[in-house]
């Protein structure tokens, strides 16, 4: 069956740290892969999108990998501070009909 | 900035009632979506619509259904409300000739049924 796998406990680090969150996905080949911030009591907002052809995709502090082989995607938070706590979703499009399948998301708590 | 609203941030019904959340968009998307999301559940998709008065089932519609009459807004109607219909629910809209999927989301509505 299909899968997207997030890690679900929670990961904290320390303010100022890189924050590394993990995307992984089973029979899927994704086009691209999408991450997405969800505050408490919100809805998810879009971050970034990466397409299968690219490694890297940079937008100021945050940097998402994307390795087709191995079937993850790898989402940074350099110099994090504690306005990045929140929970972080990855997204394929599968199925077709626009349609996107969300993980059930990290959630990241960075600590003064 | 594309915005998705709902009509209620938190909605308390009681067992067996008819339950309608309303979804706005104001920017012209032709696709639509309804998710619940549960914790350790994720988001999972009830409806979507592709289109006015157009409207395709998602992963878990049992007890749910939709209503698409005009471009802009999407209902999920809860047509017997039962206790286990307990949840965040969240409409999203994309549009489809941007070609990425993206979604843009409501706020969310938390709905208890007592």
């Known amino acids: 069956s299909q899968k997207i796998e997030q890690n679900s406990e929670a990961l904290n680090i320390q303010e100022g740290k890189t924050a590394t969150l993990t995307c992984n996905y089973t029979?899927?080949?994704?086009?691209?892969l999408q991450w997405y911030r969800q505050d408490p009591g919100r809805g998810p907002v879009f971050l970034l999108l990466?397409?299968?052809?690219?490694k890297e995709k940079r937008k100021e502090r945050l940097k998402v990998t994307f390795d087709t082989t191995l079937k993850q995607s790898l989402f940074h938070i350099t110099a994090s501070q504690p306005a990045d706590s929140a929970t972080y979703l990855c997204?394929?499009?599968?199925?077709?009909?626009?349609?996107?399948?969300f993980g059930t998301g990290t959630q990241l708590k960075v600590e003064l | 900035d594309v915005k998705v609203t709902q009509s209620s941030r938190y909605l308390v019904k009681r067992t067996g009632e008819k339950v309608f959340l309303e979804c706005v968009q104001d920017?012209?998307?032709?696709?639509m979506f309804w998710y619940r999301q549960d914790p350790g559940l994720g988001l999972r998709l009830i409806y979507f619509?592709?289109?006015?008065?157009?409207?395709e089932k998602g992963d878990i519609p049992e007890g749910y259904s939709v209503s698409r009459e005009k471009k802009e807004r999407f209902s999920l109607i809860l047509e017997s409300a039962s206790t286990n219909q307990t949840s965040m629910y969240l409409c999203?809209?994309?549009?489809?000739?941007?070609?990425?999927?993206?979604?843009?989301f409501g706020p969310g509505t938390r709905l208890t049924v007592l």
């Open positions: 920017m012209d998307h032709e696709n």
């Open positions: 029979n899927y080949s994704p086009a691209y």
């Open positions: 990466i397409r299968e052809n690219e």
């Open positions: 999203a809209s994309s549009d489809p000739s941007g070609l990425t999927d993206t979604q843009y």
């Open positions: 619509s592709y289109d006015v008065k157009m409207k």
């Open positions: 997204a394929l499009a599968t199925g077709g009909g626009n349609k996107l399948t």
